[in-house]
Structures are given as C-alpha cells and as structure tokens.
C-alpha cells in the first residue's frame, strides 16, 4: 500500500512538473526575445492614422502587456482584440478592429502574435463587407 502510495505521488508530481513547464514554454513563446522598439498605429475607417506610438519592449514582454501599458480602454475577448482607445468593435460586428504585422493582415488572435525591433502594428477599423 505504501509502494502504491508513493508511485502516485511521484506521478502526481511528474504530471505538474510536465505542465508547468508546458504553460512557461507557451506563455513565452508569443513573448519578446530581445529588447527593441515597436510601432502601433490606430488606424480609422478613412485610413487615417488616429494614433501612432514607437513603444519601447523588454525581454519577455508580450503585445498585449505593451497595448495595456500604452493605451487606454483595453479590451480583448477570446484572442480578439475588441476595442482600444477610440476604436470598439460593434455589437453586430458591422465594425471591427483588424490586426497587421508589417502591412499583412494577422492570421492569429492579439495574443499569438509575435514581434522582434522593428515591427509596425496596425490596429485598423474595417467594415464587415458581406461580399467579402
């Protein structure tokens, strides 16, 4: 009985060992490798630019920590970013903020994307086009 006991906890403790190494790998894999500067414009229906930042980052910062640290009314839900600064996402989704790294459109949630010195962030109002 004492055997069977000290099998399970030794499993016990292997299995939360595995998975907090786990979270760490996956909480810093969308996190910064290296210090640097980054660019986050807020980008309205027009294509004006509304608000540009040059954000300085740290070793293991991650995108949202550097929105929430620089921008006021954070908002995201499920990986989606769902409002900032001025700019909501509408309850009908008739208006929505989309994401680009580098003048491509991101094919992740807020929370996946990953940025080194040097990236632009553009954080664009857009109609929801039905012909799309």
Known sequence: ?????????????????????????????????????????????????????????????????????????????NGMLMSIGTFTTASDWSTFISIYVDNEMSLVGIEDISFIDGTIISLKMTEYDPNY
């Open 1 to 77: 009985m004492k055997k069977k006991n000290i099998i399970t906890i030794s499993a016990s403790i292997f299995v939360l060992v595995v998975i907090t190494i786990s979270s760490t790998i996956i909480a810093n894999q969308y996190a910064a490798q290296s210090d640097g500067t980054i660019e986050v414009e807020l980008v309205d229906l027009d294509n004006s630019i509304e608000e540009d930042k040059i954000i300085q980052f740290d070793n293991g910062d991650s995108l949202i920590f550097l929105l929430e640290s620089n921008f006021s009314n954070v908002d995201i839900e």
